[in-house]
């Protein structure tokens, strides 16, 4: 790739390095549990997420102008001042938004692109896109038991397990944890994908470790 590309990236909108999201800490650490159990928390944290919203949109010039869209055209102003004529694009989870609306807007001006770990442009809701967050994670997790079905490095070779993520997920408070904890370094380790160390965890986990 070096022998024919120069490798050119950029921080997009609201990135730390350049032009950060600046937000009151204090709100900030007082975030509520992101596991809601009751309408009361559900409510709790809307009323949160609004005032967040509030306080970062004070303190942040370009809030209002962080988005995605806005984003490829910066973009496309890279490409120009680099002097290109179409663009040669790799982009990985959210680049993969920003590499579909670029081909979008600008289908005349892209070479080729590379999109991995492609997000669903298509959803036209939260509800649409956390669906098929859903089911991507529950795939991948179904390959997890596979390879523990039929692989002995697998610590819960032999074993039922999704029993022990179960059971394990019933007890997360009996292990210092929370199940959007426990949630949150499984979808780590079926992503990676990093099998070997993930059925060590949850055999540990499950042992009261």
Same mark, same amino acid.
């Given at each position: 790739v070096l022998s024919r590309f120069d490798v050119v990236s950029f921080d997009p909108r609201g990135v730390g390095g350049s032009s950060p999201m600046v937000c009151d800490e204090e709100l900030v650490e007082a975030a509520p549990?992101?596991?809601?159990? #009751?309408? =009361?928390?559900?409510?709790?944290?809307?009323?949160?997420n609004r005032a967040l919203w509030? /306080? &970062?949109?004070?303190?942040?010039?370009?809030?209002?102008?962080? /988005?995605? %869209? #806005?984003?490829?055209?910066?973009?496309d102003a890279l490409r120009a001042a680099l002097g290109e004529r179409r663009l040669t694009f790799h982009g990985s989870s959210y680049g993969t938004l920003l590499g579909q609306q670029y081909a979008e807007r600008y289908p005349h001006r892209v070479r080729a692109m590379v999109l991995e770990s492609v997000t669903d442009h298509s959803s036209r809701t939260t509800a649409e896109f956390l669906t098929a967050q859903a089911w991507a994670l529950e795939d991948s997790f179904d390959a997890f038991v596979a390879? &523990?079905? =039929?692989? #002995?490095?697998?610590?819960?070779? !032999?074993?039922?397990? =999704? *029993?022990?993520?179960? /059971?394990?997920? *019933?007890?997360?408070?009996?292990?210092?944890? *929370?199940?959007? /904890? %426990?949630?949150?370094?499984?979808? $780590? !380790?079926? $992503?990676?994908?990093d099998y070997p160390r993930l059925a060590t965890i949850l055999e540990a986990l499950a042992a009261g470790q």
């Open positions: 549990n992101p596991v809601l159990t #009751s309408q =009361r928390e559900f409510d709790e944290m809307l009323d949160y509030a /306080d &970062c949109a004070a303190r942040t010039p370009i809030w209002g102008h962080a /988005d995605t %869209l #806005s984003t490829v055209r910066d973009v390879w &523990c079905d =039929r692989d #002995s490095a697998c610590a819960l070779h !032999g074993r039922d397990v =999704r *029993t022990v993520w179960n /059971d394990v997920f *019933t007890h997360t408070d009996e292990v210092g944890m *929370t199940p959007f /904890d %426990l949630v949150a370094l499984t979808h $780590k !380790g079926v $992503k990676d994908p």
